[in-house]
Each structure stands twice: as C-alpha cells, then as structure tokens.
C-alpha cells in the first residue's frame, strides 16, 4: 500500500526519487575561496542496505532475507581542527594624553581598503579615567573615537583632523566621542562600510550612548515593544545609537536611539548582501552572565531587540565564564565564512581567552575544534593579563591573513593605573584558519555543486609521507572519465593555490551547468580550502 501511495505521489519520477544512492539537490557556490571551517561542504553520506545479491532498494521493497549494510559515501578518518595562528606585537598606537587606555572590550575595528589599512580605536584620556567614581560613568563624556591610518599595518600614522579640541588644541585625530558627544556620550563604537547606502552615507557606526528624556519619550510612545530593561542602570537610561559618514572621519550622530539596548562592549554591525538586510551583534545578559545577541533589520535607523546566540552552556564550560565581546567578522572575498572570535571572560580567575566559532547564516554558530585560538602571554608581557580580538580580518604581507587584537599587562579587573592598551595581530597563512585533517588515510565526498568555473584550486598541507587527491563525481554518483582517484596527479607539499590536474589535465570535464561533487582522498595532510575558477 506505501509503495502505491509513494508511486501516486512521484508518479514517473518514482525510481528517481526513491533512489538512496542519488545525490541531493547541487548547491550553487559563490566565487571566492570555501574554507573548511565546519562541515558546510562535506556529504554525511549514508547506509544503504543491499539485497544478498549486492542490490540497492527502498525500503519497502527489500526482503529482510540476506539484506546486508554498506556505509556510502560517508566521511572517513577525518577531522576539523582549529589551526594556531602565530602572534605579533606589540605594536604601538597609544602614545598621546587622550589615549590612556584603549578601551579593552571596546576595542578597535580595522579596515583594508585601497592599498591601505584604516582604524578607528576606543580611547579613555588621562584625566577622564582619573575623574570616574565608577566604570559605569566612563559613557558620560570619556571615551573617544580616534583613526589612524598605514600603509603596512604596523607603522601607523595619525592625521591632525581638527575635529575635537582637546587640551586647548584641535592637533589630535579624535574623530568622534568625548566633546563630539557631549549629550549622548560614547562607547563601544564599531565601524563599517555599507555597500547598499550611498555616498554620503556609506561609512556606518553602531554605539553605545545615552538616551535623554525627551528621546526615550518618544521612543517609548513609538516602539514600546523595543526596549530592554537593562537599559535603566545607575539613574542612567542607555541605548544604542548610531552614525553615518562619507568618509570614516566627519560624522553625524543619528538622532534617535537604534534601540533601547544596554550593550557595553564593541559592537559590530554589517550590511548582508545575501539578505539584503543590516545585522548586529550586541551584548546581552542571558541567564545571569554575559552573552553575545543578534538583531536584524532593514532600516538601519531603527532595530528590534536582540536575540541570544552565544552563551556559556553546561557542554566544557565553567559557570564562572562570560562571552564577553563578539569580534564578529566575514572571510574577505566570501559572502557566507561567518566567523566570530569571541572573549571568554573567566570570572575565577580573572583571565580571558579567545575562541573561534564559525556559521553559515550568522544566526546559528558551532565551536571549531581545538580550542581556545589564543589566551594571554606570561606575567609582565604586554598581553599577560587580557586580551581582546577586534574586527576585522586584513591581509599581511607575506600571503597571510591577520586579525587585530588588544592586550593588556594586567587582568581586566585589576586597577588600571597606567597607560595600557597595544595593537597586535593573530596570522595565519590565508584562508588556513582551520583544516579538514587526515592522520592516517581518509576519505570524503562534498555536495554537488554547480560550479562558477573550470578549475579546481585547493589549499593544502603534507608531510612528506602524505598527499591529496579528488576525483569528480557528475550528480547520478558516476565517476567522470578521465577524472577518477587514478587518473589525479597526487599533491604533496604545501601550497596556497594549486591547480588540481589529472595527468596533466586541469579542467573539470564537465557541463558548466552539471553539478560535480568531489572526492578528496588523502593521507597525512590537511585542507584548508578549496576555490573553483
């Protein structure tokens, strides 16, 4: 009777349909590299059960008698694992009055734009800091918004912009904050460019201010649902509130609260081209500890409450810890490499670490394995007592791929006397943040997917003893001629960007059209990515 329903239903498209060994509908990659930073890419595969005389069927027109299990396509002897990055610094950009202390999970943002490197960093001046009766009033007035910009990334140079006067003198690149924003004050500010916006507006800014009476009046007649009762702290009403620029530098406050949103640490925003939509990641308090939330919208004036989306769950975690900033990032030249190298802030000990999680939407993450990326350097070195990783991704030279972070000498907690705050970078070999890892030899087989171009390129790494090679499978489960395990020139080495060939043959030998998948078998080796042109 099933079989008939199911017939009934599929019609001629029965066999086809009903077929185990078939591939799944192909995925359309985007250009650009594909790192191997979960499991996006890789085909779970599946057990087929067979006939006693080796043949496939569904299962309601198998005999039980003599039916045996083979393992199909299913990933072998492989593992993701979380590649170590080498650690630079110090590299100093604090060494004038109105940069005391870099904000430490206020953070930095950087960008790599036209050949050069661009950064707008959170600062405390010197006598700010020496004035507040406690952390929760640094908002007031303190913090600053200063830029500088490089030619390299490490030798910085700051313009005299004569936005802010500070000290009797407008020779100072203080481009938003402190007197800038003497009513809403300043905190947490992160940058980013909008691709959607126009010229004028192309540079956008999400931060934490506060809100005055009259605005939350407003605000609480237009969208009462939109206001998070964190906001109301010590006689102070915060929110988060942002700003517009047409070139990083001159900018102009918004006038109305994004949200009614208490969130004192970076907060990172983008635009997403896939949909179309602004996103934001905030702090939250989830639960009794720090946690990291994500809002979306189409009108960047105006953003619903965050949801949670990372907190610190009973799976390897102390109850002592905090997620305490977000260091959200996408892979340049990708449009879905969602990482985010979040600060656990552990309140036992008062120390930090930073992971690295990655997701394919932005909205559900997974802990890459191999934790933590980073944690602080020895007593009395510059990072020793805290860390903080800070948007963006940029590249380096030497074809390497960077991340911005600041350390500190002394614990987040401890009294903070003296000058602290250096820029230093965790970097890797490009796209190598993480790799599909083969010990012994293994084996595993992607999606189909519709590719943008005719060859395959991939990032990789052996020992000598090791090596990769793939083969193409046309979306019926049909190895390609010409294109098989033994027809695949093996790689050995370690190379950014090899070209796969089969006896000396570089194309996919396929329909552009036709999905492929591909089959990496490999032996002492790791994987980093792979990249279709």
Known sequence: MLINMLK???????????????????????????????????EPGRILWLSKDGKPGSL???????????????????????????KIGPISIRNNPHEFLIIPNGGLTMIYREGFYRLWYNTLPEEKFNKLENTANMITWGDCLCYAESKDGFEWHK????????????????????????ETGFHGGGVFIDSSARQEECYKMVFMGNVLPRKLEKYRNERPNDISPVSFIK???????????????????????????????????????????????????????????????NDFAKWPLPDPVLWPGASEESPSNDYYNNCKVIYPGTENTHIMFPAIYKRDSDSTEIRTYSSYDGLYWSRIPGQPLAQGGRLEEWDGGS???????????GDRIALP???????H????????????????KKERIAAVEAENEGEFYTFPFVCPGRSLLINAETLRAGFIRVELVDNEGNVIPGRSIEDCDTFTGDCTKITVSWKGETGLKSDSRMPIAFHFVMKAAK???FEIV
Not at 31 to 39: A, E, M, S, T
Not at 387 to 397: D, R, Y
Not at 413 to 428: E, H, M, Q, S
């Open 8 to 42: 009934a239903l599929y019609g001629e498209n029965y066999e086809k349909w009903t077929q185990p060994v078939r591939y799944g509908n192909p995925v359309e990659l985007s250009k650009g590299p594909h790192l191997f930073i979960d499991w996006r890419y890789i």
């Open 60 to 86: 309601c027109d198998l005999s039980v008698e003599g039916v045996y299990a083979r393992a199909f396509r299913v990933p072998r002897d492989i593992r993701l694992s979380l590649q170590k990055p080498e």
């Open 159 to 182: 313009p005299f912009l004569g936005l802010c006067e500070y000290r009797g003198s407008r020779n100072n690149n203080i481009v938003f904050g402190g007197p800038l924003t003497a």
């Open 235 to 297: 006689n102070k009403v915060r929110g988060i509130l942002g700003a517009v620029s047409p070139d990083g530098i001159h900018w102009s406050a918004l006038p109305e609260p994004l949200v009614m949103h208490f969130s004192d640490t970076l907060n990172t925003a983008y635009y997403d081209t896939n949909l179309k939509r602004y996103v934001g990641y905030f702090r939250m308090f989830y639960c009794g500890r720090r946690a990291i939330g994500r809002s979306e919208t």
């Open 387 to 397: 860390l903080f990783a800070s948007p963006g991704l940029v590249p380096l030279c």
């Open 405 to 411: 972070f600041i350390g500190f000498t002394v614990p």
């Open 413 to 428: 907690k401890f009294p903070r006397t003296v000058p602290l705050g250096n820029l230093g970078y965790f970097a890797w």
């Open 527 to 529: 994987l980093y990515s």
